[in-house]
Nanobody, 124 residues
Framework: LAQVVESGGGSVQTGGSLRLSCVDSGYTGSNYCMAWFRQAPMKEREGVASINSIHGSTQYADSVKGRFTISRDNAKNTVNLEMNSLKPDDTAMYYC?????????????????WGQGTQVTVSS
């Protein structure tokens, strides 16, 4: 049973940067997807970025392309999300999630294991 734990949230001003990290205990060396999702108050949970542990393919939501970068350190069972040029619209609870799959995508229903979330707040 995989467990994922997020860290690194906080508060920044518009244009600032944050780095989120997620440690997972479920990585076994097979095709494994890790992803970040976010949910703002009164909005549905949306996919932000995902990465495959074997072939390294990534996928990003259009709203974060060019600003966010997802990366994975298999040796440390860690996935990171570098967030730059942050905007108030990026304010949300950010969740790390994982699943066993070849194709990852960023659809919440495809992911099995979820963390508790970490808050990101961007002020104008």
């Amino acid at each position: 049973l995989a467990q994922v734990v997020e860290s690194g949230g906080g508060s920044v001003q518009t244009g600032g940067s944050l780095r989120l990290s997620c440690v997972d205990s479920g990585y076994t060396g097979s095709n494994y997807c890790m992803a970040w999702f976010r949910q703002a108050p009164m909005k549905e949970r949306e996919g932000v970025a995902s990465i495959n542990s074997i072939h390294g393919s990534t996928q990003y939501a259009d709203s974060v392309k060019g600003r966010f970068t997802i990366s994975r350190d298999n040796a440390k069972n860690t996935v990171n999300l570098e967030m730059n040029s942050l905007k108030p619209d990026d304010t949300a609870m950010y969740y790390c999630a994982a699943t066993y799959a070849y194709y990852c995508g960023i659809v919440p229903g495809r992911f099995t294991y979820w963390g508790q979330g970490t808050q990101v707040t961007v002020s104008s």
